[in-house]
């Protein structure tokens, strides 16, 4: 097994070569200033090469791995805090999050801040992210092409954000990260596992505008998930 010491002395190896290559002008890749600082984000203290949310959004650049790519405004990467212990996933952006770059801003953003604000916690505390980084037209559901495209970001954000549980909002989302084709009303309310992590679908807060009588059934859902949690 390698040990953090030569962890550190790998990086700085790499570092040093690439610096050299740099200063002799070699152009035939990116060992840019940039690219050189994203070494330092690596994690060396805890002997693995932990990846960061900052690397992940570098890597997506200017991402055209679908189509979604040709009518977007923003990517929509994920906000919140990269140390969470929660991670609310939901299906993609529509226009309000597209035109901000940032999820759930818009109504079901507005419902969503507000059922985070009754379990006691802030939208700083939890992670908040989607399936699909890209707006579909016309707010579509996503293609499975499109979540195929889209999902190794998603798992490595979660990997990054290493959270203890996740919190699915609406069908899409919760089918898409448990791999099964269950309806949400089957799968609501109690916990799944996804990489150890303990997840719980619940509806989609644009879901509950529609019917707000299903509001009830996500309080019972976060309810379950507050006292697993020690809220
Ligand atoms: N709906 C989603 O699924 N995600 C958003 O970011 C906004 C609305």
Redesign the pocket.
Known sequence: MINNYNISEVVEEIKHSLKVLQDSGWKGFDCSDSKLDTLDSWNTKTGVLKDTLQNIFNGLGKCDRCKLAQNRTNI?FGVGNPDARLIFI?????SE?DKQGE????A??QLLSKIIQAMNLSRDQVYIC?IIKCRPPGNRNPEPVEIKACMPYLVRQIDAVSPDYICT??SV?ARSLLGTAEYISRLRGRFHEYKGIKVMPTY???YLLRNPEKKRDVWEDMKILMKEMGL
């Open positions: 929509v939901g299906e993609g952006p529509g999050e999820p759930f801003v818009g079901a953003g989607n909002l609406g989302a989609h807060p644009a």
